[in-house]
């Protein structure tokens, strides 16, 4: 029966994948907004005065060794539902610096004026510099709703660093009533792990990764389908492919993950995640399908 389900709902089209944005100017409180810094400027401008300690520069002679002073920083998005606003600070060096910006996250009460850092990974030692714990490349991919509640959940990706061997992550927001936003826990982590950069010198020849978001089993909420594809190279004339696909649904609040291995319904979950995907294996994958006439 869930078998069925899912091979019937992949027919149906997938969902949009960039955030379902709604407009403030014509959504109730009760509803989910991105705010507009110039059509929202009232709020904006007070969320940017009560985070004037975190968007102030930083102190040289307060910095460790290794770690740059940060002289830019900034309110980059702010999502609001009733009173709970969803902050997302953005670092720079400078304004005018090369290279990648860093983030943070924030559940601001824009009633009681209380705020609170959203911890995405599991807490550091009170001694970590701020810096060593942040969101790298990070990137909000949609809103949507894994359970029933109040709010859509937040859904993002992020790195864990640049210019390394990157770890993937996939992560959400959760509004917890009375308390604001806090990051979902993702099958017994903080966040959802996706793939990993090989390293220079190792036999991993390539580590790719494809994941859509959208009600694949059909009970009206939404599941993540994740497709994990690494090549080894044993010798240099052979290659050994691990290749799998996971899909994360959430019961009772918890998350958890179960590998996909009934043939038709693998096929047909990989075919979906390979419709939008320019990865070479995608490509050569439809190229076998068409000339064997499948």
Known sequence: MWVGSVILLLTCGCSNSRPNQTNPETSGQDEFHWLDASRDSTVWNDVQTAFHRELAPDDPLKVPP???????????????????????VGYRETKDSPGYDYFNAYSY?????????????????????????????FEVIKLARFGPSLAPDVVFTYSNCTECESQHFLASFVYEPGK????????????????????????????????KIRDWNGDGFDDVAVRRREVIEITKRRQLINDSTTLYTSRNGQFTGVALTDPKTLEKVNAELCSESDLNFCKQHIMTRDSTGY
């Open 66 to 88: 290794h770690y740059a002073a940060l002289q830019y920083k900034y309110v980059h998005q702010i999502g609001v539902f009733n009173t709970a606003a969803l902050v997302i």
């Open 109 to 137: 009460d824009l009633r009681a004026g209380s705020k609170r850092a959203i911890v995405t990974e599991p807490p550091k030692a009170p001694s970590t510099y701020p810096q060593s714990d942040v969101l790298w490349l």
């Open 180 to 211: 604001g936003w806090a990051a979902r826990q993702w099958d017994k982590a903080y966040s959802l792990y996706l793939e990993a950069d090989p390293s220079p010198g190792d036999d991993v020849v390539s580590a790719d990764y494809l994941f």
